[in-house]
């Protein structure tokens, strides 16, 4: 006694009407892979905004079609592909999710964990240096970061309080933030202000 296919479940279907059901799907299948699997790729990473997990995930939704068992599946594979798809992407997108939530519940566990003390000092400490750095620059410019970095203004605001277009007023604060990093790297302040048009 011949034992069943194990992919085809159904009673009394005869082994030749299954496997040449199971053929037309493979054929199908490969028709839609090389028809269709640039654009569903492309689908993915959009979604998925990585284009390596949108690849990991197209297979993912042709190992799901090849699983299909409905009769007559066929003349619809491109659709429940797609969709299978998009449904996987989705699934990613939420475990993503929760593995950042997680990630940032043991961070702030961390970060509550650290004295209180030693926090205040540190964040003292780096808003110090960072109004040091912004007195070493030239009266507009630290004017300006100050009225956008510390106060929040936006650059017609930043420009109205200078007398300058708000073209200007991000080029000045543009130029302020490239100082500041410089000298928090280490330059030396005379360094970091002839390096700011080498950026």
Do not use: C
Request: no cysteine.
């Amino acid at each position: 006694m011949k034992a069943p296919i194990p992919s085809n479940p159904a009673v009394g279907e005869p082994d030749s009407a299954s496997e040449a059901a199971e053929a037309a799907r493979a054929a199908e299948i490969a028709r839609l892979f090389k028809e269709h699997n640039r654009t569903l790729v492309m689908f993915l990473a959009a979604r998925l905004k990585n284009a390596q997990l949108a690849k990991e995930v197209a297979q993912e939704a042709y190992v799901k079609v090849l699983q299909l068992e409905k009769p007559g599946a066929i003349s619809f594979l491109r659709s429940y592909l797609f969709r299978t798809a998009a449904n996987l992407a989705i699934d990613r997108l939420r475990q993503e999710r929760a593995r950042k939530r997680l990630d940032q519940r043991d961070s702030f566990e961390d970060f509550i964990q650290e004295p209180l003390a030693e926090r205040a000092a540190a964040a003292h400490e780096e808003l110090d240096s960072l109004l040091r750095f912004v007195d070493e620059l030239p009266a507009r410019y630290g004017e300006a970061f100050r009225l956008y970095g510390l106060k929040e203004n936006s650059f017609d605001e930043v420009a109205a309080a200078l007398g300058v277009k708000p073209r200007m007023a991000r080029h000045y604060v543009t130029l302020s933030l490239i100082y500041i990093r410089l000298r928090r790297e280490g330059v030396a302040a005379d360094q970091a202000w002839s390096r700011l048009h080498e950026e």
